[in-house]
């Protein structure tokens, strides 16, 4: 199994460009999420799905949009890219069986927007 | 702002000591976990305990809680150079689903 992946591993985006990043899990995993971290700080919530053909907001949703239509793909959506969102993008995959509650994390995008 | 506070931000040990982090939250939790993250890769789950335990052991890692302090602690023992990385707690509130991360403790394991 390849786990969770993204593409693409690192990118750079003049501001006002837009983007697609991808995240495909392998696992059979109802729920996945996207995160962004920034230097010095732990990871926040962007938007997450519970399943296929569902999206949520989380912690810092702005600028940003998301789409699960098919079960092992989450798609993250920059549709005018700002100096403000260069961060390292993580994807991560959880089951959703009960007790089942830890997260698998893809190795990461590197967005730099200039 | 962030559920999860770590403590400290940073600790450097030798090899074959214990290294200690600490993680204080705020709201109610169904669970507490812990994530390790090496440099310049994504997270990987280390251990998890659930809000009605109140310590968890696997391998070299010891995991407490303390629900009424909302608090947890990581121990690792007989640290290893390979231990350096960053380590970060996450709580998953009683609505489910969702983890909340702290800001980590970048631990070095010097040989």
């Known amino acids: 199994n390849a786990g969770v992946t993204q593409t693409p591993k690192f990118r750079v985006l003049k501001t006002g460009q837009s983007m697609t990043l991808l995240c495909a899990q392998d696992?059979?995993?109802?729920?996945m999420y996207w995160y962004r971290q920034d230097p010095g700080m732990g990871l926040r919530l962007i938007h997450y799905?519970?399943?296929?053909?569902?999206?949520a907001k989380g912690e810092v949703p702005d600028g940003y949009n998301v789409s699960r239509l098919k079960k092992q793909n989450f798609l993250l959506g920059l549709e005018s890219a700002a100096p403000s969102q260069t961060s390292v993008y993580f994807c991560?995959?959880?089951?959703?069986?009960?007790?089942?509650?830890?997260?698998?994390f893809g190795p990461g995008t590197r967005l730099t927007v200039t | 702002s962030q559920q999860g506070e770590e403590d400290p931000q940073a600790l450097s040990i030798q090899e074959g000591e214990n290294a200690t982090m600490n993680c204080s939250y705020k709201?109610?939790?169904?669970?507490l976990q812990w994530y390790r993250q090496n440099s310049g890769r994504g997270l990987v789950h280390l251990i998890l305990?659930?809000?009605?335990?109140r310590e968890k052991h696997s391998g070299r890692l010891r995991v407490t809680l303390d629900t009424s302090k909302k608090s947890s602690s990581l121990l690792i023992t007989a640290s290893r150079a390979a231990d350096t990385a960053s380590y970060f707690c996450?709580?998953?509130?009683?609505?489910?689903?969702?983890?909340?991360f702290g800001e980590g403790t970048q631990l070095t394991v010097n040989p």
């Open positions: 709201t109610s939790i169904n669970n």
């Open positions: 696992m059979n995993h109802e729920y």
């Open positions: 799905s519970v399943g296929e053909g569902t999206t």
């Open positions: 991560a995959s959880r089951s959703g069986t009960s007790e089942a509650y830890e997260q698998y």
């Open positions: 305990i659930r809000s009605n335990e």
């Open positions: 996450a709580t998953e509130e009683t609505s489910g689903s969702r983890l909340t």
